[in-house]
């Protein structure tokens, strides 16, 4: 666990970045309150031994399935099959377990399990600001936490190879890694590139970026209400990791069934809401969303 200062920083990306999204611009001024955040993902060890009832679980069941020869990547439906038996447990189906990777990010987890997790141990999760800010490790202005040198296989396990197809595995994992395999970021957090998508708390809108900028400088945000957002069903704001170089922004309904995984905080103010509320010490649970635990890397990298 380590303490994130509070502080104002260049949330998104400029337009003029050629792999930026269209929802992850334009980089607008936010500041946040300081909070504790663990140094790790929670791992299959932390979650096996300590979560919430079963009854409070919603497993899930999609599987990343590298197709045999490449295929266009305008279906994501091309790698990924609704696995029946597939759940945090058994992270490629039934057959699967998780022997030799209890220090593994536990995968494989809704968004409502990491939830359930943050709230049973008395934490939540982190908002979109809160995390990118942890993320960047105290850098501003850089492409990446370790600055603007490029990605290579010994600074974070992303895809390697032809997506989605071949995955040479030069970082030498073909699927999710240890959560201290690489190093960590300048505030001392590992993982933050890379291995796994992480959950946040925010209620997603496309817009919410350019509706921020309009405010000038955002303090606190914990993105838009859940009467502004897409409506017909909940979509969730996922931060995912700074793989080449850029926050990256997902819109998966609970439908979706992405699998998100809690990161273990300790006890200190935390509300029991998932969405922050403005105190003076935050304390957050960093879940992340690994999509299975397999090679479920897209085209742009990363678990």
Request: charged share 25%; hydrophobic share 35%; proline share 10%.
């Amino acid at each position: 666990m380590v303490w994130i200062p509070g502080g104002e920083f260049t949330m998104g990306s400029a337009a003029s970045e050629p792999m930026a999204h269209p929802d992850e611009v334009p980089a607008h001024r936010v500041r946040v309150d300081g909070f504790y955040m663990d140094t790790t993902e929670v791992t299959n060890a932390q979650f096996t031994a300590e979560r919430p009832p079963a009854d409070e679980l919603v497993p899930a069941s999609l599987v990343f399935t590298p197709p045999r020869a490449p295929v266009p990547l305008d279906d994501a439906a091309r790698w990924w099959s609704w696995t029946r038996g597939a759940s945090w447990r058994h992270p490629h189906g039934p057959e699967s377990n998780l022997t030799g990777k209890d220090d593994h990010p536990v995968v494989q987890v809704s968004w409502d399990d990491a939830v359930a997790y943050a709230k049973w141990s008395g934490k939540r999760l982190p908002t979109e600001a809160e995390w990118e800010l942890a993320a960047r490790g105290g850098l501003e202005g850089k492409r990446f936490f370790w600055g603007d040198e490029p990605v290579t296989p010994k600074r974070a396990n992303i895809f390697q190879g032809h997506f989605p197809d071949t995955n040479a595995a030069e970082d030498g994992y073909e699927t999710t890694s240890p959560v201290r395999a690489f190093a960590a970021n300048g505030y001392g957090l590992y993982g933050m590139a890379g291995n796994v998508w992480e959950w946040c708390a925010d209620l997603y809108r496309p817009d919410t970026y350019r509706k921020d900028a309009e405010k000038g400088l955002v303090v606190n945000p914990t993105g838009p209400e859940a009467r502004d957002a897409r409506a017909a069903r909940r979509l969730l704001s996922l931060r995912r990791h700074l793989l080449l170089g850029l926050p990256r922004r997902r819109e998966d309904g609970d439908d979706a069934r992405y699998r998100p995984l809690a990161r273990r905080l300790p006890l200190c103010r935390v509300e029991g809401s998932a969405l922050m509320r403005r105190q003076p010490i935050q304390v957050i649970s960093r879940p992340a969303v690994t999509v299975v635990h397999s090679p479920i890397r897209d085209p742009i990298g990363g678990y």
